[in-house]
């Protein structure tokens, strides 16, 4: 085999928005329809740093007919003066990467873009673009094309199309279908992203269209309330013990706000944000909340002789246990892990976050003994189910750990390194004979479970516990159970990077996916937070041309392409379940690290996720219903 060529040639350079086309992951996350949306996140955020900055009160989100979107604000404009670079600034924020006013602590106090990338990312992901700046009396346009400017500047500045006394920015961009798995927004997510930007933003008002339909979707979202109304929201199917409480503080420049409520249910349920960007893996200012919520709570609880001398203090999951809160900073210079600011990192953070906590927390309860009284009441409560699971869990879970290995589910695999090793959910007996027969031994255990799991969406913890199936996967996994139940869950002790379901392409299939899911949700969730929880992708056809190599298709769109691009005649084969696939096949598809597709599940809206998943699981039949019969247009049926 020759070796290929490596020198001065093969040193790319890719030169202005290029890196972004070519890599557009790394800057809005995927292209899927996540990445999609988070182009109408990336400049709503534009818009709503404009509100912090006190110039913007108004911001209107529109999904146009021709599948375009619209993001149009009141705040004072984009700059259109000549910049230092010879051309208008206008034109230097979106075709420039890092290229804003976030940089100038001047300019913006806080504000949740501060990489300088996402005017700039949207234009270079858009088919096309158009930019309307009102400014000094004036109206400006500029218009692109793949992120490359297609309106000529009049001496080096913006052509001037009008006057108007309003200020403010327009942006309208077309996704590029090239670039992106489908270009169609999905308004759900949308609404809730802006619903969510409105109870963070008390004095902001964001006005949502979709005219993509006959029947135009219009709402207006102005929450005055702001986190007591975001609280409420998220409690709105649970019965609270108190009312929301709420405080405010701020310390070194950072802007700290918290409300959190208790319900009568054993969850826990704690968002954080900062700048208005929702942080999905937490970061520094959760820990400094729970932190010092913990330390506050087991202070009182010995104060007040609920605990004596000789016992333990609550963890921090007893005292979370019921809780819903929501914590908002807002920090002049955050440190995000990723373009996508899903982790801050900031240790000033936490340490402002504690100190406020600290302060307001006790102020309330001093004055709030009741109160107090009844979240000790329900952190009590949880040590009390903590300590119960620990006594019974050598007849729940351990005596199964000495079985499990030879039981005839798990086949293990021989590497103990966590960090190499994969697991795989397999429906059945058939398709678990035929993975551990194709499977690499080394690093990909493959647990077969047998029929439907329980429902923990429906069922009481002594049920979860005591379901066979669950305990066999919690034994393999070996990192523990019961988040917000005593929280003996270690993500550290998790035995496999990758835990991969892997059922048939049915709708059995499908509901079993789903019932893993909702246990890892609600029981694990970090499992999911953390990106070890993937949905494996085996492929839907086998075709055979009378020439030429045979193919594997994983959906219709797969084959409805090969079809319009294959004319000679060839044998079509439909894979109904993976027992039909020998061993040879299933490594070749499905298992071989080098060839297979996996989806990863992640969780974007954290207030969406917990509603959709207590209507779609839950016991109550009408909400369930209409949104089957809302969606039933949506559905990809296989007849």
């Keep these: 085999m020759s070796e290929k060529k490596y020198d001065a040639s093969s040193i790319m350079v890719l030169e202005g928005l290029e890196p972004v086309r070519v890599r557009p992951g790394m800057y809005i996350g995927s292209v899927s329809a996540k990445g999609l949306n988070h182009l109408v996140y990336e400049i709503v955020d534009n818009a709503v740093d404009e509100h912090l900055a006190g110039y913007c009160n108004t911001i209107h989100v529109t999904l146009e007919k021709d599948g375009s979107c619209t993001v149009t604000d009141n705040g004072r404009g984009v700059p259109v003066e000549m910049h230092e670079k010879g051309v208008s600034a206008e034109r230097v924020v979106y075709t420039t990467l890092h290229a804003g006013g976030k940089f100038d602590n001047n300019a913006y106090k806080t504000s949740g873009g501060l990489h300088g990338v996402g005017s700039s990312v949207v234009n270079a992901l858009s088919k096309e673009m158009t930019v309307t700046v009102k400014r000094g009396g004036q109206i400006y346009h500029d218009s692109y094309a793949y992120g490359k400017p297609t309106t000529e500047l009049v001496n080096g500045l913006l052509p001037v199309t009008g006057k108007t006394r309003e200020t403010g920015t327009i942006v309208n961009f077309v996704p590029d279908e090239t670039i992106f798995d489908t270009v169609i927004f999905k308004e759900e997510e949308i609404k809730s992203r802006l619903h969510e930007t409105a ?13 993509r339909h006959d029947d135009s979707d219009y709402i207006e979202f102005h929450e005055p309330d702001g986190l007591i109304g975001f609280v409420h929201d998220l409690n709105q199917s649970s019965e609270g ?5 709420y405080y405010k503080g701020e310390s070194d420049g950072i802007t700290v706000e918290v409300a959190f409520q208790y319900v009568n249910e054993f969850q826990e349920n704690v968002l954080g944000f900062c700048n208005n960007i929702y942080n999905a893996e937490g970061g520094t200012h959760l820990t400094g909340f729970k932190t010092m919520f913990t330390t506050v709570i087991n202070n009182y609880a010995r104060q007040l002789g609920v605990l004596k001398d000789k016992d333990s203090n609550f963890t921090g999951a007893d005292v979370r246990n019921g809780m819903t809160a929501v914590i908002s900073i807002k920090h002049p210079n955050p440190r995000f892990e990723g373009q996508t600011k899903t982790k801050l990192d900031n240790q000033d953070a936490a340490k ?5 906590t600290g302060e307001e927390v006790v102020r309330y309860f001093d004055r709030n003994l009741e109160n107090l009284k009844q979240i000790i009441g329900c952190a009590e409560k949880a040590a009390k189910i903590r300590k119960s699971e620990e006594k019974s869990k050598t007849n729940l879970l351990t005596k199964q750990k000495f079985s499990f290995d030879s039981n005839g589910k798990l086949a293990n695999c021989e590497s103990r390194d966590a960090s190499k090793c994969e697991i795989f959910i397999v429906e059945g007996d058939s398709a678990g004979g035929s993975a551990k027969t194709a499977r690499n031994r080394m690093f990909q255990a493959i647990l077969p479970i047998r029929g439907k799991i329980l429902n923990v969406e429906k069922a009481s913890i002594d049920r979860v516990l005591a379901n066979a199936e669950i305990k066999t996967m919690i034994n393999a996994f070996g990192c523990g159970f019961s988040e917000g139940y005593g929280n003996d869950f270690d993500i550290s002790k998790l035995r496999y990077d990758k835990i991969v379901i892997m059922t048939d392409a ?12 909702t246990l890892f949700y609600r029981f694990m969730p970090e499992l999911i937070m953390d990106g070890h929880v993937y949905v494996a992708m085996p492929p839907l056809y086998k075709v055979m041309p009378s020439k030429g190599k045979e193919e594997y298709l994983y959906d219709d769109k797969a084959l409805l392409k090969y079809r319009s691009s294959h004319k000679t005649p060839f044998t079509l084969q439909r894979y109904k379940g993976l027992g039909e696939m020998d061993a040879v096949q299933l490594w070749e598809t499905t298992l071989d690290p080098e060839n297979r597709l996996m989806r990863r599940v992640e969780i974007e809206d954290a207030r969406m996720a917990s509603e959709v998943t207590a209507m779609l699981m839950g016991t109550d039949v009408g909400p369930r219903r209409d949104f089957i019969h809302d969606h039933a247009d949506d559905a990809e049926l296989d007849v």
């Design 241 to 245: 013990i108190h009312d929301v409480v």
């Design 352 to 356: 402002v976050v504690s100190k406020v």
């Design 506 to 517: 049915d709708v059995d299939g499908a509901h079993i996916s789903t019932l893993l899911l």
């Design 199 to 211: 109870y963070l933003n008390p004095g902001l008002t964001i006005f949502y269209e979709d005219k």
